[in-house]
């Protein structure tokens, strides 16, 4: 007895009101069920499934994931959309797609996929693509496509680049750089890093907070310049470095600028060469491709490419895949690009995680033996016996994992509570938290009574629940940027430097804390928690009442403004100048200038259209940010976005203190079990790259 079809796969029709249907309750993107209208209209007889899996193919992208995997889909259907959590009041739902799915196969999907109008196998002009059981919107899978195959080409010729290296003078440099190798002791990986990537076009550096990404790619360029500059190059190695934020460029800068000062030169004419042809400047990506406004087209591209001969790229964990097939189409043939970055934090709010699929397997390392041996001639570095495989893939051996926290020691309970969080123990996570007041770390469960809450932690930054001493500092919260405000206001006759310092002096106290929400909405998302903050800083008489614009305001950029030189991220605090009569009653935003250079950009409000209040911010947007205290506030019921990710992003936002403010307890708990699972068939891609390099280097040996 045949089981009978789903109403709602009956025919196009029913299937797109049920879409419609999805649509007002939230579950689905309008623009979700208008793809699955258009493709209905250009092939009137194309089947429900094949208009269904266009829908979900489409919301998959909205929420982060490059493809639809339809075994995935079949086994789970209701992760597929948007669906409330449970528990969350839903007025006369409509079927879910668990109900509609039931009894499809796979065979029966695919069959119903197989129209060569709409959906293709690979390279074509259709508006689908189905690869490896996994449905695409076409220009996600020829941005898959062409990371592989870029990866694949600058990975070709490393066994010859290796080879032509000078592996003496690798060694000298690398020794005057870090330090003479000692006899004893473990493996170096930051020396590591710089000798493997001295020897290939593409190089990926990962790791976490602390562990030296950006003091190992300075002496990496001093490195590769050294060398370039030591074999009789009149020129230096043209060199630039980017971030995808200007709060990230900002932070870069500063560090690079540090690190540069810091290196180990030669005193003579070559050391002071190889120093200055080491760039501080940053820009953000965007700006480095030349994007161009309401347009998914930069000014840099195979037939215009960037005039550079390395790029450098920060916080890569944070660029998505259409993005990062922007930057490989920018680059010359012959350019090296190294990617920086922490491959467990979240991936990019957009779809994909390029830097977390290209560092699957950094954890295990995977360096052949051939790997291994060079490395150990050219650096010293000894590979340890548990990372050797024989069978190490390509793509592994030009991928570094920094394993020491230089911020985080053994005894931070900051670092232990990440590391618990990064390895999916609870247990661990639980005992650090539970184990009584600790300098650095507090767990607060809530119990249904956030306002009181609020006030001692978010505004005072709950100091008496931290282990803290007489001699020690202790976190600050909201309110002490505003007392800083108002006790440090240089008068009315303030010279402009005056007010400069002024400026500088409060952003630098608002640095000192920031909450952060897993959601934007709900009672415990940013929005409600924006105006509980301003209500309660209202009430101690830290902020002025009525009016969106007031002395304190602190504020968000959320897009790139060019004419300002403002950045998504960017962040700002209202302030009063001593003037009268100007519009806006005499505030201005005070901005970092977001190049490092400790400047200011002073903006009138009117000018913000892209702004949002920031007492509290969703942990995504605080990627690439640093506090002194972070305070993770987490959402009362089980929410998909409540991941292990998202938890070591904001527990490596803080610098001294950490708080996690929970509803009632176990939401830790629950959130460390979950992972981000981002659809992608970007690591298949990238293996099938490599192997078909190996292939043809082997046929023209």
Same mark, same amino acid.
């Given at each position: 007895?045949?089981?009978? +079809?789903?109403?709602?796969?009956?025919?196009?029709?029913?299937?797109?009101?049920?879409?419609?249907?999805?649509?007002?309750?939230?579950?689905?993107?309008?623009?979700?069920?208008?793809?699955?209208?258009?493709?209905?209209? #250009?092939?009137?007889?194309?089947?429900?499934?094949?208009?269904?899996?266009?829908?979900?193919?489409?919301? #998959?992208?909205?929420?982060?994931?490059?493809?639809?995997?339809?075994?995935?889909?079949?086994?789970?259907?209701?992760?597929?959309?948007?669906?409330?959590?449970?528990?969350?009041?839903? *007025?006369?739902?409509?079927?879910?797609?668990?109900?509609?799915?039931?009894?499809?196969?796979?065979?029966?999907?695919?069959? *119903?996929? &197989?129209?060569?109008?709409?959906?293709?196998?690979?390279?074509?002009?259709?508006?689908?693509?189905?690869?490896?059981?996994?449905?695409?919107?076409?220009?996600?899978?020829?941005?898959?496509?062409?990371?592989?195959?870029?990866?694949?080409?600058?990975?070709?010729?490393?066994?010859?680049?290796?080879?032509?290296?000078?592996? %003496?003078?690798?060694? @000298?440099?690398?020794?005057?750089?870090?330090?003479?190798?000692?006899?004893?002791?473990?493996?170096?990986?930051?020396?590591?890093?710089?000798?493997?990537?001295?020897?290939?076009?593409? *190089?990926?550096?990962? !790791?976490?907070?602390?562990?030296?990404?950006?003091?190992?790619?300075?002496?990496?360029?001093?490195?590769?310049?050294?060398?370039?500059?030591?074999?009789?190059?009149?020129?230096?190695?043209?060199?630039?470095?980017?971030?995808?934020?200007?709060?990230?460029? $900002?932070?870069?800068?500063?560090?690079?600028?540090?690190?540069?000062?810091?290196?180990?030169?030669?005193?003579?004419?070559?050391?002071?060469?190889?120093?200055?042809?080491?760039?501080?400047?940053?820009?953000?990506?965007?700006?480095?491709?030349?994007?161009?406004?309401?347009? =998914?087209?930069?000014?840099?591209?195979?037939?215009?490419?960037?005039?550079?001969?390395?790029?450098?790229?920060?916080?890569?964990?944070?660029? %998505?895949?259409?993005?990062?097939?922007?930057?490989?189409?920018?680059?010359? $043939?012959?350019?090296?690009?190294?990617?920086?970055?922490?491959?467990?934090?979240?991936?990019?709010?957009?779809?994909?995680?390029?830097?977390? +699929?290209?560092?699957?397997?950094?954890?295990?390392?995977?360096?052949?033996?051939?790997?291994?041996?060079?490395?150990?001639?050219?650096? !010293? +570095?000894?590979?340890?016996?548990?990372?050797?495989?024989?069978?190490?893939?390509?793509? %592994?051996?030009?991928?570094?994992?920094? =394993?020491?926290?230089?911020?985080?020691?053994?005894?931070?309970?900051?670092?232990?509570?990440?590391?618990?969080?990064?390895?999916?123990?609870?247990?661990?996570?639980?005992?650090?938290?539970?184990? !009584?007041?600790?300098?650095?770390?507090?767990?607060?469960?809530?119990?249904? $009574?956030?306002?009181?809450?609020?006030?001692?932690?978010?505004?005072?930054? &709950?100091?008496?629940?931290?282990? /803290?001493?007489?001699?020690?500092?202790?976190?600050?919260?909201?309110?002490?940027?505003?007392?800083?405000?108002?006790?440090?206001?240089?008068?009315?006759?303030?010279?402009?430097?005056?007010?400069?310092?002024?400026?500088?002096?409060?952003?630098?106290?608002?640095?000192?804390?920031?909450?952060?929400?897993?959601?934007?909405?709900?009672?415990?998302?940013?929005?409600?928690?924006?105006?509980?903050?301003?209500?309660?800083?209202?009430? +101690?008489?830290?902020?002025?009442?009525?009016?969106?614009?007031?002395?304190?305001?602190?504020?968000?950029?959320?897009?790139?403004?060019?004419?300002?030189?403002?950045?998504?991220?960017?962040?700002?605090?209202?302030?009063?100048?001593? *003037? #009268?009569?100007?519009?806006? &009653?005499?505030?201005?935003?005070?901005?970092?200038? !977001?190049?490092?250079? &400790?400047?200011?950009?002073?903006?009138?409000?009117?000018?913000?259209?892209?702004?949002?209040?920031?007492?509290?911010?969703?942990?995504?947007? @605080? #990627?690439?940010?640093?506090?002194?205290?972070a305070a993770l506030l987490l959402p009362e019921r089980e929410n998909p976005v409540l991941t292990r990710e998202?938890?070591?992003?904001?527990?490596?936002?803080?610098?001294?203190?950490?708080?996690?403010?929970?509803? =009632?307890?176990?939401?830790?708990?629950?959130?460390?079990?979950?992972?981000?699972?981002?659809?992608?068939?970007?690591?298949?891609?990238?293996?099938?790259? /490599?192997?078909?390099? %190996?292939?043809?280097?082997?046929?023209?040996?």
């Open positions: 007895m045949t089981r009978p +079809e789903p109403a709602a796969l009956s025919g196009p029709e029913p299937l797109l009101q049920l879409l419609a249907r999805w649509v007002e309750h939230g579950w689905l993107r309008a623009l979700d069920r208008s793809f699955a209208q258009f493709l209905h209209e #250009q092939v009137p007889e194309a089947p429900p499934l094949l208009l269904l899996g266009a829908a979900l193919a489409s919301h #998959q992208f909205g929420r982060g994931h490059v493809c639809l995997d339809l075994a995935a889909a079949l086994a789970d259907p209701d992760r597929a959309l948007s669906l409330p959590p449970d528990g969350e009041p839903d *007025a006369a739902p409509p079927p879910r797609p668990s109900s509609v799915l039931a009894g499809t196969t796979p065979q029966a999907w695919n069959a *119903a996929l &197989g129209d060569d109008r709409l959906v293709g196998q690979g390279a074509g002009a259709t508006p689908l693509v189905l690869a490896d059981q996994r449905l695409y919107l076409r220009r996600l899978w020829e941005c898959e496509q062409r990371i592989a195959e870029a990866v694949g080409e600058r990975l070709g010729d490393s066994a010859a680049l290796r080879a032509n290296l000078d592996a %003496d003078a690798v060694r @000298a440099w690398l020794d005057r750089l870090f330090g003479a190798k000692p006899e004893a002791g473990g493996t170096d990986w930051q020396r590591a890093a710089c000798a493997l990537a001295a020897g290939t076009r593409f *190089a990926v550096i990962t !790791g976490g907070p602390g562990t030296g990404k950006t003091t190992t790619v300075v002496r990496l360029l001093a490195l590769l310049q050294a060398l370039h500059l030591g074999h009789g190059a009149q020129a230096p190695l043209r060199i630039r470095l980017a971030a995808p934020t200007g709060k990230a460029a $900002a932070r870069l800068n500063l560090s690079v600028a540090g690190a540069v000062h810091a290196l180990a030169m030669p005193a003579d004419a070559l050391g002071a060469h190889i120093r200055a042809a080491i760039p501080t400047e940053v820009s953000t990506v965007h700006r480095l491709l030349g994007s161009r406004p309401d347009s =998914r087209r930069f000014r840099h591209h195979p037939g215009h490419p960037l005039p550079l001969d390395v790029l450098v790229v920060d916080e890569a964990s944070m660029i %998505d895949l259409e993005l990062m097939t922007a930057v490989f189409r920018a680059l010359p $043939a012959q350019a090296r690009l190294i990617l920086l970055g922490d491959k467990d934090q979240l991936a990019s709010v957009e779809a994909g995680a390029v830097l977390g +699929e290209i560092c699957a397997r950094a954890e295990a390392g995977h360096y052949t033996l051939d790997t291994a041996a060079w490395l150990e001639r050219v650096s !010293g +570095e000894a590979v340890p016996e548990g990372m050797r495989d024989p069978g190490g893939e390509r793509l %592994d051996q030009q991928v570094v994992m920094l =394993r020491r926290s230089y911020r985080f020691g053994e005894q931070s309970a900051i670092g232990r509570l990440a590391r618990a969080v990064n390895g999916s123990d609870a247990d661990a996570a639980r005992r650090i938290t539970a184990s !009584g007041p600790l300098p650095d770390v507090a767990r607060i469960v809530l119990r249904g $009574a956030p306002d009181t809450v609020l006030e001692r932690h978010v505004l005072e930054g &709950g100091g008496p629940s931290f282990a /803290t001493g007489t001699d020690r500092a202790r976190p600050s919260g909201h309110a002490a940027y505003l007392r800083r405000m108002h006790e440090a206001h240089p008068g009315a006759a303030a010279t402009p430097d005056a007010l400069d310092h002024w400026a500088r002096d409060v952003l630098e106290a608002h640095a000192g804390f920031q909450l952060l929400c897993a959601v934007r909405r709900g009672p415990w998302g940013v929005e409600t928690l924006n105006r509980r903050v301003e209500a309660a800083l209202r009430a +101690e008489g830290l902020i002025p009442a009525g009016g969106i614009w007031y002395p304190g305001r602190p504020v968000i950029v959320t897009a790139n403004d060019y004419g300002l030189g403002l950045m998504n991220g960017d962040i700002g605090v209202t302030l009063a100048l001593p *003037a #009268q009569g100007e519009a806006g &009653g005499g505030l201005r935003v005070a901005f970092p200038a !977001g190049d490092g250079s &400790g400047g200011l950009r002073w903006v009138l409000p009117s000018r913000l259209a892209n702004v949002e209040t920031v007492y509290a911010m969703t942990v995504h947007k @605080a #990627q690439g940010s640093e506090f002194d205290h998202l938890l070591y992003t904001a527990i490596t936002r803080a610098r001294r203190w950490f708080t996690l403010l929970e509803p =009632r307890e176990g939401v830790l708990e629950q959130a460390i079990a979950r992972r981000v699972l981002r659809g992608s068939g970007l690591g298949d891609a990238l293996r099938r790259a /490599t192997v078909r390099m %190996d292939r043809d280097a082997d046929d023209d040996r």
